[in-house]
């Protein structure tokens, strides 16, 4: 079976980096109920969104998905959002891209089998709160990218560990590598295949944040 990492043919020098931007949601937006939450979590998460685009120096375009709410690339651009209760992340690439962050927490047991399977997890002996959750969010980014949904959940098979901070996922016969990010007991991945990832987190949560017509 021939595999590969995806790659995009001769990028220019700009687009050998990707800046993935961490957000902190406010003290008091954290307090936020159902589609209040949800709308400014949105918000926020386009204004990582931007920083992301800013530091590429690429014009933010319109930010629209299919009808199975996939996001539609712009001007050749792609983007993926995230955001959780006490963090957002958006960044933005010239080839498919997904990220995905999650807070490190207990979780049943039943989980494991549902994540990945007995190889998959023999790869390692490090702890397996933290092991789940890179497996768990290295798999969301690479279906976020793949533009599928969790129903391939066990599809995705990490492969090989490269290091604390690099893990390979085989999808659809294509190899994906992922890079994390660990911070304030949460970790973040996204897609990197042949890119260098400049991490931007900011815990400053007096950053503006734009309105939007379109919610994320």
């Known amino acids: ?3 590969k990492i995806i790659r995009n043919p001769g990028p220019e020098t700009r687009d050998l980096i990707i800046y993935p931007v961490i957000l902190a949601v406010p003290n008091q937006k954290q307090q936020l109920k159902g589609r209040e939450k949800v709308i400014f979590l949105s918000m926020h998460a386009r204004r990582a969104l931007e920083i992301s685009a800013q530091k590429r120096q690429i014009q933010l375009g319109d930010l629209e998905k ?6 539609l690339p712009f001007s050749g651009n792609y983007w993926s959002v995230t955001h959780k209760t006490e963090y957002v992340a958006g960044v933005i690439a010239r080839e ?7 807070k490190i927490r207990p979780f049943k047991e039943a989980l494991y089998k549902k994540t990945a399977s007995e190889s998959e997890w023999g790869l390692s ?3 397996k709160i933290a ?3 890179r497996y768990w969010t290295s798999k969301e980014s ?3 990218a793949s533009g599928t949904g969790i129903r391939d959940l066990l599809k995705c098979r990490i492969t090989r560990i ?8 085989n999808y659809r016969e294509h190899n994906w590598v992922v890079e994390h990010f660990f911070f304030n007991g949460h970790i973040a991945s996204v897609v990197k295949n042949n890119v260098d990832v400049k991490w931007a987190f900011f815990a400053d949560t ?3 944040v734009q309105q939007t017509k379109r919610d994320l």
Not at 96 to 102: F, V
Not at 162 to 169: F, K, N, Q, S, Y
């Open 206 to 208: 007096s950053l503006p």
């Open 96 to 102: 498919r891209i997904g990220i995905d962050l999650e």
């Open 162 to 169: 490269i290091d604390d901070r690099h893990l390979v996922v």
């Open 131 to 133: 092991l789940f959750f």
């Open 66 to 71: 299919n009808e199975t709410g996939v996001p």
């Open 125 to 127: 002996d490090t702890d």
């Open 1 to 3: 079976m021939n595999m």
């Open 142 to 144: 690479v279906l976020k």
